[in-house]
């Protein structure tokens, strides 16, 4: 414990899930934690469940499809904390469907979601950590952007995409202390049954339940890449569950 101490940083989807154990991984081991999550009540629950490990922790309502809210968001960090050490971009929704039935609507939230609202968060964080000297980016991606399945096109996409704002931010990061990576993880217990969103059309065929890996064992795996000394950047890590299909997956 306290690897991470007094290190101000900030997750997005903070209130499920991996997001939430990153968040309480991170405040376990010293840090300072912005939660943004658009689920007010969860949320709520997890900014209690790290006051109690005797950390400073800020609660902001945030949509990372709206550019506003997600400039309020690092506003209020700032206006709090002066600083900003780290960001796991990890909010992130899933859809998909037939790609001949896919509507534009899934396709765009889904894509909004998981890239777009990941650029709007990393570019205000990449300001402020080069007016301070440098800092650590984490983005959460997905096996799916490693080995696709069909029915997920939109997912796919976004997380494809990650690995290239990934890249791209830790190269123009270098010169300004700034890292950069992304974490691909299998399948995770969730907190939430699957609810399927708007437009969604769902596949008929059945796919059995693969094994599944824990929250915690994902953060586990997130802390390690942010408590990197700066000079090193764990650029991308896959983790699953040893019993998955991954090797050809399909």
């Known amino acids: 414990m306290g690897q991470l101490k007094d290190k101000i940083a900030l997750v997005t989807g903070s209130a499920h899930t991996i997001g939430k154990a990153i968040a309480l991984g991170m405040a376990y081991e010293g840090a300072n934690i912005i939660l943004a999550d658009r689920?007010?009540?969860?949320?709520?629950?997890?900014?209690?469940?790290?006051?109690?490990?005797?950390?400073q922790v800020l609660a902001v309502t945030t949509d990372v499809l709206e550019e506003k809210q997600i400039e309020n968001l690092f506003t209020e960090t700032m206006n709090k904390y002066g600083r900003l050490d780290i960001l796991v971009n990890n909010a992130g929704i899933f859809g998909g469907g037939p790609i001949d039935q896919l509507s534009t609507e899934t396709w765009d939230n889904v894509i909004g979601?998981?890239?777009?609202?990941?650029?709007?968060?990393?570019?205000?964080?990449?300001?402020?950590?080069?007016?301070?000297?440098?800092?650590?980016?984490?983005?959460?991606?997905s096996i799916s952007a490693q080995r696709v399945?069909?029915?997920?096109?939109?997912?796919?996409?976004?997380?494809?995409?990650?690995?290239?704002?990934?890249?791209?931010?830790?190269?123009?990061?270098?010169?300004?202390?700034?890292?950069?990576?992304?974490?691909?993880?299998g399948e995770v217990t969730h907190d939430r049954p699957f609810t399927p969103p708007p437009g969604l059309n769902r596949p008929s065929e059945p796919r059995p339940k693969p094994p599944q890996m824990t929250p915690e064992e994902i953060a586990a795996a997130a802390i390690?890449?942010?408590?990197?000394?700066?000079?090193?950047?764990?650029?991308?890590l896959i983790q699953f569950h040893s019993e998955q299909p991954y090797l050809g997956r399909g």
């Open 39 to 55: 689920d007010v009540e969860a949320m709520e629950k997890t900014e209690k469940e790290i006051q109690a490990l005797n950390v």
């Open 113 to 141: 979601t998981s890239l777009r609202g990941a650029f709007l968060c990393t570019r205000a964080a990449f300001g402020i950590m080069k007016n301070q000297g440098g800092g650590r980016i984490i983005n959460i991606g």
């Open 149 to 185: 399945r069909k029915f997920n096109a939109p997912y796919s996409a976004g997380k494809f995409g990650l690995i290239g704002l990934t890249q791209t931010t830790a190269l123009e990061g270098r010169e300004y202390g700034i890292t950069c990576g992304i974490l691909h993880p």
């Open 224 to 236: 390690y890449m942010i408590s990197a000394p700066p000079h090193v950047n764990v650029l991308e």
